[in-house]
């Protein structure tokens, strides 16, 4: 059972109504993650907002989505990590390249100094040394890369702790998260 009442995109003020129809016009539906998000209509507007500038920010669908699903597992989300990784496959990525990156591991180097960048963000709550940042420079990645990465992270961590906590219902195929160590 969920923790929180899904909001109707039905049965709603016009305000929510507004966003929840641009939402379901994105998705061909409207996911139980923003349904459960619109109970507040400034955390709607701020998490769809936010998924709009960042898909039209410098680094790409597929990298963004490969971003999300690494975070997904290391948070133990199993709503973000079925959603992106759909996601993921409609922007290019094979099944194969979805299952590394859910182990914070991937065959391409630059994608895998983000994912190792990001999910150090993640494990250290931002508590970056130097070389952390070095180490992405070196994997070609500038400041306005570097940033919207952080940006990234913010926003799924946002997404991660709505749906662990509000135990939102995951209407996306599900993927088995990665054992625990």
Known sequence: MTRVQLVNPAETTPNRQAVLEQINNAFGATPNMFKAVANSPAALKSMWGSFGALGAGVLGAKLSEQIAVAIADRNRCEYCLAAHTVLG???????????????????????????????????ARGQLSSDDVGNLRAAGFDDEQIVEILAHVALNLFTNYVNIALDVPVDFPRIALNPVA
Do not use: H, I, N, P
Request: net charge neutral; charged share 15%; with cysteine.
């Open 89 to 123: 496959k409609g922007a290019g990525a094979s099944a194969e390249e979805m299952a590394a990156v859910q182990c914070g591991t991937s065959s391409d180097a630059r994608t895998g100094a983000a994912l190792k960048f990001a999910l150090q963000v993640v494990s």
